[in-house]
T-cell receptor
């Protein structure tokens, strides 16, 4: 159980266009999802925390208007990279907490990631 | 604030060699500790975890012991295989704060050759 699906796995887009990345919890309801960004050979940088039915909480330095996060249901959160530029090229990973999980001791489940390339 | 420090890689080993990847942490309270593994082009998979002092997490031949006195959670494996080549992340979670994100170390790349 506790499977997180992320789609698409890879996307190439033109500079100036917008790209939507989906994160779905397949067999559980997730009240909280996290979005991370990973640069080549670097660690995961937390971008934002997404709570179902409320506005996402962004980390310092992350542009809210550029990285739009929507968590409209208990099984789906989306990250939209608006007006993408080559510097937005990166690996984006989501993570989800099951509704029944009240603390971190079980760890969180991660999606398989999305490789975004902006040309 | 909470943080995780991991030894920098890359670590290059021959098959069947002994592996140690060091991880130390700084945290208030009693965090849970994790090791995640990332294979090329994939997301993160939980490798093992420990939730309190002296706990030993183990999986697929990997082990790590939660050492509160040295604030460490070093990853070890007695005999690595080529298939273990991946990036390994040490992570910390605050058990007192439900819904908070995990904090990751910078990751250590392991390359095992036959």
């Amino acid at each position: 159980g506790a499977v997180v699906s992320q789609h698409p796995s890879r996307v190439i887009c033109k500079s100036g266009t917008s790209v939507k990345i989906e994160c779905r919890s397949l067999d559980f309801q997730a009240t909280t999802m996290f979005w991370y960004r990973q640069f080549p050979k670097q660690s995961l940088m937390l971008m934002a925390t997404s709570n179902e039915g409320s506005k996402a909480t962004y980390e310092q330095g992350v542009e809210k208007d550029k990285f739009l996060i929507n968590h409209a249901s208990l099984t789906l959160s989306t990250l939209t990279v608006t007006s993408a530029h080559p510097e937005d090229s990166s690996f984006y990973i989501c993570s989800a907490i099951p509704r029944w999980q009240v603390n971190v001791v079980r760890g969180y489940t991660f999606g398989s990631g999305t490789r975004l390339t902006v040309v | 604030g909470n943080s995780v420090t991991q030894m920098e890689g890359p670590v290059t080993l021959s098959e069947e060699a002994f592996l140690t990847i060091n991880c130390t942490y700084t945290a208030t309270g009693y965090p849970s500790l994790f090791w995640y593994v990332q294979y090329p082009g994939e997301g993160l998979q939980l490798l093992l975890k420990a939730t309190k002092a002296d706990d030993k997490g183990s999986n697929k031949g990997f082990e790590a012991t939660y050492r509160k006195e040295t604030t460490s959670f070093h990853l070890e494996k007695g005999s690595v295989q080529v298939s273990d080549s991946a990036v390994y992340f040490c992570a910390l979670g605050s058990a007192n704060q439900a819904g908070t994100a995990l904090i990751f170390g910078k990751g250590t790349t392991l390359s095992v050759s036959s």
